[in-house]
């Protein structure tokens, strides 16, 4: 079945430094990746997302780069900054024409040393 | 406009009891998905609905039941409780493209059931 594994599942970094988180998935079929935030407490929220007609995307700190070929995609946080600790959890869609689930990865806890 | 509501926030059950939980979706959403969250597991998926079908499952018992109204808001249900179920449920409503598959999830605040 599909299946979503995601590294390291807990990642310490200086503020300020960056930080990467890699995902691999095992469906070639999978043609959406969303990237989700979850604070202590708090739902998860989507932060960025990227299909498969696309290589990199990016939003001010934080960008997310596909290889379709390797199936694996990553999140980069660049000057990370306090509030970017956090569980951050990969997904991918399997989208067929009439259905769609979205598998997450098992999430990777961020803490930004000050 | 209003986000994802899921009720009660809380529920403390009792081994061998049944329990229902509810979501609303965002205006306009009319697929409803539902996860069950523990800690070291994840996001695990129970099932996604759409126009009132079930329409994808996950890999848990059949105890674990939901459904769909009208008006999208769907509803979970898990029997014969175990304390293995102890988690925060959370519901994802999103929409639908036209050529298939669904925009990102919004999740609600979830449900946190404990079972005793």
């Known amino acids: 079945g599909e299946n979503v594994e995601q590294h390291p599942s807990t990642l310490s970094v200086q503020e300020g430094d960056s930080a990467v988180i890699k995902c691999t998935y095992s469906?070639?079929?999978?043609?959406?990746f969303p990237w989700y935030k979850q604070e202590l407490g708090k739902r998860p929220q989507l932060i960025i997302d990227?299909?498969?007609?696309?290589g990199e995307k990016k939003d001010q700190r934080i960008a997310v780069t596909l290889n379709k070929t390797a199936k694996h995609f990553s999140l980069h946080i660049t000057e990370t900054q306090p509030e970017d600790s956090a569980v951050y959890f990969c997904?991918?869609?399997?989208?067929?024409?009439?259905?769609?689930?979205?598998?997450f990865g098992s999430g990777t806890r961020l803490s930004i040393r000050p | 406009k209003a986000g994802v509501t899921q009720t009660p926030r809380y529920l403390i059950k009792t081994r061998g009891q049944q329990v229902t939980l509810s979501c609303s979706p965002i205006?306009?959403?009319?697929?409803v998905s539902w996860y069950q969250q523990t800690p070291g597991q994840g996001l695990q998926f129970l099932f996604e609905y759409f126009s009132e079908t079930q329409r994808n499952k996950g890999n848990f018992p059949g105890r674990f039941s939901g459904r769909q109204f009208s008006n999208s808001r769907s509803e979970m249900n898990v029997s014969t409780l175990e304390l293995g179920d102890s988690a925060l449920y959370l519901c994802?409503?999103?929409?639908?493209?036209?050529?298939?598959?669904?925009?990102?999830?919004?999740f609600g605040s979830g449900t946190r059931l404990t079972v005793v």
């Open positions: 990227i299909r498969s007609n696309v």
């Open positions: 997904a991918a869609s399997t989208a067929p024409s009439s259905a769609s689930k979205i598998i």
């Open positions: 469906d070639s079929a999978s043609n959406y």
């Open positions: 994802a409503s999103s929409r639908r493209r036209q050529t298939g598959g669904t925009y990102g999830y919004t």
């Open positions: 205006s306009g959403h009319r697929s």
